[in-house]
């Protein structure tokens, strides 16, 4: 039988048992007090029976009070252990040789560069300076390549004016070990290039001209850009200023910080995405900034990433980058390995809410402490 029968059938012996004590009422008011002995006994052994009924249901709810404490505690606990926040805000401190992000608005990605050389890929057309005082001409070109040369003991100059991008447009930099050269790739549509030569300069387009020029003045020199992909190779002059060539704080987003490597075997292709993490530290601004290493090739994942590049700057064939911003889905390794770096609700509230985690707690473990006791008090 049901709870709801139980129920129905301890208020029938309840109602049983007030029918007969009226009538016990009614019969001692008729004699004067006399009442039958056995009429007596019998209401006592139903006033018994209803008090064993109501001990019967209270044993079986509180049979269920456990159960549903420790329930709930291992609800709360899983959640605080186990389940993370959607989004964090970190400060990455890395080293790196190669980092990816998009724009998310427009802006001057670089400041003015002045470079040894600069490799251009991508370039649709071109208004070049000659080596007289005509107006620039216009040539088309697939490459282009502008260095500095020197001539007894004049040397030429090229100088790279500020590269802006608009919104959506993926930027790729790299840099290479040994020869001081960096890289600068664009994916999307991007302004013309703008750059200034002076004295000494060799100018390639290829296939079309390779020639040395000796500009007196400072020319301009206009290149107008693939709207797919433009990449542009520079070595660093011998100037300070090439090292921070680019502008701070930097809005971006999609940080990506591995390169996709294709190996032929077998005759299948094979893709894998290598870590260009050199060195570096994580930090969790929500954790009271805690600092998480990271080794050499660790791999560094966000399933979502904005913020502000607050400097990436060139330092000896590596990459100085410091990012702050939200990011959710961090995590880091491959495969089975895989770790998941998101805080955990207990890691945030420890943090951000310590005091009051405390007393909840502490109120929490009193109030189990008393359930279980009044509990074990019932059943005995």
Do not use: C
């Amino acid at each position: 039988m049901g709870a709801r029968g139980t129920s129905a059938d301890t208020r029938a012996l309840e109602d049983l048992v007030a029918k007969r004590g009226d009538d016990i009422a009614a019969e001692a008011l008729r004699t004067g007090g006399q009442v039958s002995p056995g009429r007596l006994e019998e209401l006592a052994r139903l006033a018994r029976l209803v008090e064993l009924r109501h001990a019967a249901n209270t044993r079986s709810k509180n049979r269920w009070t456990l159960p549903a404490v420790a329930l709930v505690t291992l609800i709360v606990a899983s959640l605080l252990l186990f389940a993370r926040v959607s989004t964090t805000e970190i400060e990455a401190d890395l080293n790196v040789s190669e980092v990816s992000f998009a724009l998310p608005t427009e802006q001057a990605i670089t400041e003015p560069m002045i470079v040894a050389q600069l490799g251009v890929s991508g370039v649709r057309s071109a208004e070049l300076p000659d080596a007289r005082a005509d107006p620039p001409t216009s040539r088309g070109a697939v490459n282009v390549l502008l260095a500095r040369e020197q001539l007894g003991e004049r040397l030429g100059s090229v100088t790279v004016d500020p590269i802006t991008a608009p919104s959506g447009v993926r930027v790729l930099v790299g840099a290479e070990e040994s020869g001081g050269r960096s890289r600068i790739i664009l994916q999307g549509a991007t302004p013309p290039l703008v750059a200034s030569v002076r004295g000494p300069t060799r100018i390639v387009f290829s296939p079309v001209t390779n020639q040395v020029h000796d500009f007196l003045v400072p020319r301009r020199v206009t290149l107008a850009l693939d709207s797919h992909q433009v990449t542009l190779d520079f070595t660093a002059a011998d100037s300070a200023r090439v090292r921070r060539p680019f502008s701070s704080p930097l809005l971006a987003t999609g940080l990506l910080l591995s390169r996709v490597d294709q190996v032929q075997q077998e005759g299948q292709t094979l893709v894998r995405h290598i870590s260009t993490i050199r060195s570096g530290t994580l930090y969790f601004e929500a954790l009271d900034a805690r600092a998480f290493p990271l080794r050499t090739g660790e791999g560094l994942q966000f399933a979502w990433s904005d913020g502000e590049i607050r400097e990436l700057q060139l330092e000896g064939g590596s990459i100085a980058l410091r990012f702050h911003g939200a990011v959710r889905g961090m995590s880091t390794g491959t495969g089975p390995a895989k770790r998941n770096l998101m805080p955990t609700w207990l890691d945030w509230l420890r943090a951000r809410h310590g005091v009051w985690l405390l007393w909840g707690t502490t109120t929490y473990v009193v109030g189990l402490f008393l359930s279980i006791s009044g509990w074990w008090k019932r059943t005995r």
